[in-house]
């Protein structure tokens, strides 16, 4: 077995047989998201080449990631599993997804926000991603 380089901006098709897919394509995922059209193109062709192909393993399932990019998605799932780690209660902190600054403090307080900060919503590994607003 030897590891290639796939070229996203190829078919993929032509660029196989493969024995398994390790990605690192969340900025291509990030920039489709938003608009980017060349990065959308570069998703598609993996996402097609991997819907007819479904007996290639793929590391880390690309629905799995795109739903690991929102920071909202991730904290609404931990509240949803309730787990215990060593006899203590793991959750997220109390958390509200604000759109805008419309009627902010009510939102802060009906979600038990009482240190608010801000991090953007979507979990990309960019220095964006790391900026932090009190």
Same mark, same amino acid.
């Given at each position: 077995?030897?590891?290639?380089? =796939?070229?996203? *901006?190829?078919?993929?098709?032509?660029?196989?047989?493969?024995?398994? =897919?390790?990605? %690192?394509?969340?900025?291509?995922? !990030?920039?489709?998201?938003?608009?980017?059209?060349?990065?959308?193109?570069?998703?598609? *062709?993996?996402?097609?080449?991997?819907?007819? #192909?479904?007996?290639?393993? !793929? =590391?880390?399932?690309?629905?799995?990631?795109? $739903?690991?990019?929102?920071?909202?998605?991730?904290?609404?799932?931990?509240?949803?599993? %309730?787990?215990?780690? *060593?006899?203590?209660? !793991?959750?997220?902190?109390? #958390?509200? $997804?604000?759109?805008?600054? $419309?009627?902010?403090?009510?939102?802060? %307080? *009906?979600?038990?926000?009482?240190?608010?900060?801000?991090?953007?919503?979507?979990?990309?590994? $960019?220095?964006?991603?790391?900026?932090? !607003? =009190?």
């Amino acid at each position: 077995m030897c590891c290639v380089q =796939i070229d996203l *901006r190829q078919p993929v098709e032509t660029q196989g047989p493969f024995d398994l =897919i390790i990605h %690192k394509i969340t900025d291509l995922m !990030v920039a489709a998201d938003g608009g980017d059209e060349q990065a959308a193109n570069a998703v598609g *062709r993996i996402e097609t080449y991997i819907a007819t #192909h479904p007996g290639i393993p !793929v =590391i880390d399932p690309l629905g799995a990631v795109q $739903t690991l990019l929102d920071r909202s998605v991730c904290y609404q799932m931990m509240d949803d599993m %309730k787990f215990k780690f *060593r006899d203590t209660e !793991v959750c997220s902190p109390p #958390h509200v $997804t604000l759109m805008d600054s $419309t009627d902010l403090s009510r939102k802060l %307080k *009906r979600a038990g926000v009482t240190f608010p900060c801000g991090k953007p919503t979507f979990l990309h590994f $960019t220095w964006f991603l790391h900026q932090l !607003v =009190i």
